[in-house]
């Protein structure tokens, strides 16, 4: 027999405020509260407390002057919005573009999409440290070939701060684009075939059929991977750090090496905190779409 | 609050504070340029643990890597027993001193007091603002002061001899970049000029602009502590110095990535032979060389003394003393100052710098007097001693005002630089802002 949900309540209610003389809990919910101490514990040491201790850190008001006194925190600003802006665009973009190749048929597309992967599936440090390398303008391979093949320097991919913000956005879609794509495919495969069967036998070319089949049907997954990727791509350190270290002279900076920055470099964790609380006008109104869309998206 | 800190330290330094647990005594020191220097501290690390019975853990980090953890461990409330890095006289030991974070080392130099120089001391001898009294808060160990290094082989490939090398501050900078760079690309190397670092993620750059501001007498901070940076003939000098620093790297006679560099990224490029000449404190680039390429190091590399400054006079050598840090917070303060004592008798130390093939110059007369230093026919630890000999020895401003510390540790002369050759601004709008951001710090 199954109880309803408000005769479970009513059960319940009697059994606390009745005094039946049974336990407050059964032998089941004890034995899962036991199982779930230590997930508490450990959210509540490792997620709840940071988290406050970093938003008793931010009422700091000296931090915010300080940081927003650093001439640094105006170029920091603008540099986050151009990897957030282009960096997102371009690479969700790409994505959505380069899934409507993965989802052909045929084996040399299966080789090609493991070749395409790679990237996203090898670690960070060696992958961006090779690039890092690769972009040296003294001795990277770029600019020694342009000498070779031009007796021209090439430009200094990381150490002018334009190149070096190009070569940062460049590098973060390299490096997460295969795992956009490969989400769009994914959601692509999900579209039954015969909506597209009765669009063609309706007269619909390739480009309705994207417009009125492919794009509606996957326009959820698409909008909620945008969300998630530019909450990602607000805490992505690894891209810059590994690559221009935010220099030339903190040139190339984000919110997330910039706090980094003043918390473990001049031990300043107020002002790193204040540095990294500033994505709180992008991330907070994204996390609550992103949170009512997925609701809406499991109700439905 | 206190207990959360110390996690965040642990979270930042998992595996140095396990060190700090189990150790009677714990080390973090700047790394060196070649495995002898390690190996020299830890030979005096091993004989003090053989006296003592004790145990000792050290910890090698990259030059600036220790400032920062430092940094971050102080605090948190756990720094190490002893730590070393080249930044701290001039970036760090004045101002916490003043706070009262150094623990008090007159018991350890003031029975030795006579046995060191009396500038390097007095380097040491610091205002502690908590007691209003002066005290030995740091022990000086070594000097330092930038050198000049160029590849002689690259010189003659140029088609040049050693004897067309002009001795004048800007007629030598422009030799490398008109004459030796151009020819050596004619031949088809991608060789830079001059080896010129910038960035504020090193050290090196400060070294080097001061020296450029004393060659032609820009003295920001005078003897009583003023800053003088507005007086209009002062202003007039550090403009000419920072236009003559920045014209290798405005007229790309200097390696791009060169305003990027970390501490040991001018040795790397310059040992690659990327660039003819470097300027680099200590003797790291040519000794990195000594043991695997002796041929190299005695005939190939060459350490001059600086050009002569814009007014014909020896451009003055700029000693900074470094030194050994104990914290207040320290947890075996005695520990470190018995491994201290251990570590400045001349029977230690001197074959302990010896070791490092003398890459530093010692802060005792007894061990200068040493005919390693004296009568040696190494080129360039005998030219390193006629740096320190032969012309002017001049501190860092740090020693006239403590506050100029800040000045370094925020890197205003390197962001001064930066307005100049990224960004695109004048010298006089460049030293307008360093000017102002220099009163502030100096209070003045």
Known sequence: MTLSGAALLQANSSRKWLGSGRPLLSFKEKWALFFLMPFATMFVAFVSYPILYALFLATDRSAYTRVIADPIYARTLWNTFLFIVIGVMLKMLLALGLSSFFVLPGRAIRIIAALFILPWAVPHIPSILSIRWMLNSEWGMINNLLFQMFGIDGPAWLTNPSFGMASIITVHIWKYLPFWTMILVAARLGIPKELYESARIDGAGSMQQFRYVTFPAIANVFLTSTMLTTIWSLGDFNSIYLLTGGGPMERTNTLATMGIRYAFRHADFQAGIVTLMSALPILVPLVIVLTRRLRRNADA | ?444
């Open chain 2, 1 to 444: 609050m206190r207990r959360f800190r110390a996690w965040l330290a642990v979270a930042a330094l998992v595996a140095t504070t396990s060190a700090v647990a189990a150790a009677d005594l714990t080390i973090w020191w700047t790394k060196g340029t070649n495995p002898q220097e390690d190996d020299a501290l830890k030979g005096v690390v091993a004989l003090w643990e053989k006296q003592t019975g004790k145990t000792a853990e050290v910890s090698f980090y990259t030059t600036g890597d220790t400032e920062a953890k430092v940094v971050t461990a102080l605090k948190a409330g756990s720094p190490p027993d002893l730590t070393f890095d080249f930044g701290y006289d001039l970036a760090y030991t004045p101002t916490w001193a003043y706070d009262g974070l150094l623990a008090d080392m007159s018991d350890v130099l003031e029975p030795i007091a006579d046995q060191f120089q009396k500038g390097p001391l007095q380097s040491a001898y610091l205002l502690n603002g908590k007691t209003n009294k002066r005290a030995y808060y740091a022990v000086p160990w070594v000097q330092m002061t930038p050198h000049v290094h160029y590849w002689k082989d690259l010189l003659e490939k140029a088609g040049y001899t050693e004897a067309d090398v002009p001795k004048q501050w800007q007629p030598f900078f422009d030799f490398w970049c008109e004459k030796v760079q151009p020819a050596l690309r004619a031949k088809g190397d991608r060789i830079y000029g001059v080896g010129q670092g910038s960035s504020t993620s090193s050290n090196d750059p400060f070294f080097n602009i001061h020296l450029a501001l004393n060659a032609f007498g820009a003295q920001v901070v005078n003897p009583d502590g003023q800053l003088q940076i507005s007086d209009p003939e002062v202003r007039k000098r550090v403009i000419a110095a920072l236009d003559s620093y920045a014209k290798p790297i405005l007229s790309k006679c200097s390696p791009p990535d060169a305003v990027n560099w970390n501490g040991v990224d001018d040795n790397v490029s310059f040992l690659n032979k990327k660039n003819v000449v470097v300027m680099n404190p200590t003797l790291s680039i040519p000794l990195s060389l000594q043991a695997k390429s002796p041929d190299v190091y005695r005939n190939e590399i060459r350490t001059v003394p600086w050009p002569d400054g814009p007014d014909g006079k020896p451009t003055p050598a700029m000693i900074s003393v470094k030194q050994v840090l104990v914290f207040r917070d320290s947890p075996h303060i005695d520990n470190a100052k018995s491994f201290l004592k251990l570590l400045l008798q001349p029977e230690n130390i001197g074959p302990m710098l010896k070791a490092t093939g003398g890459r530093w110059m010692p802060v005792m007369p007894k061990l200068i007097e040493d005919p390693f230093y004296t009568q040696t026919d190494d080129p360039h630890r005998a030219a390193m001693v006629r740096q320190f000999t032969q012309v002017q020895n001049v501190p860092y401003p740090q020693a006239y005002n403590r506050l100029y510390a800040k000045v370094m540790q925020e890197q205003l002369w390197q962001k001064a630089i930066g307005r100049i050759v990224i960004d695109g601004w004048t010298t006089d709008k460049a030293v307008d802002e360093l000017s102002e951001r220099m009163k502030v710090l100096l209070g003045s």
